[in-house]
Nanobody, 126 residues
Framework: QVLLVESGGGLVQAGGSLRLSCAAS???????MGWFRQAPGKERDFVAT????????DYTDSVKGRFTISRDNAKSTVYLQMNSLKPEDTAVYYC????????????????????WGQGTQVTVSS
């Protein structure tokens, strides 16, 4: 079992930055981590993912060049640095984890993630 707790959300003006953190506990070894977001009235969408080794990452097109996912396995924590925020980035952001047998495997598919955090609200004002 893996328990995930997100933090770092808040209200920021357009163009500003936030860093989300996701602290994992339990059996965190060999996990792929992902960030997803859900805006009001919309489905939960993929944002970013990072492999167990940290050597492979993937982003949805709308955040490429603005968001950076990273992880510190010694602290069992994954981060999402969000720069140049836009009002359309407003959503509840969820951290997710799943097991992997490969060091560089990543996934955009939410149904491949078995463990989810409770979410943290990010609001970007125009």
């Amino acid at each position: 079992q893996v328990l995930l707790v997100e933090s770092g959300g808040g209200l920021v003006q357009a163009g500003g930055s936030l860093r989300l953190s996701c602290a994992a506990s339990g059996r965190t070894f060999s996990t792929v981590m992902g960030w997803f977001r859900q805006a009001p009235g919309k489905e939960r969408d993929f944002v970013a993912t990072i492999s167990w080794s940290g050597g492979n990452t993937d982003y949805t097109d709308s955040v490429k060049g603005r968001f950076t996912i990273s992880r510190d396995n010694a602290k069992s924590t994954v981060y999402l640095q969000m720069n140049s925020l836009k009002p359309e980035d407003t959503a509840v952001y969820y951290c997710a984890a799943t097991r992997t047998s490969g060091n560089n495997w990543v996934s955009r598919a939410s149904d491949q993630y078995y463990f989810w955090g409770q979410g943290t609200q990010v609001t970007v004002s125009s």
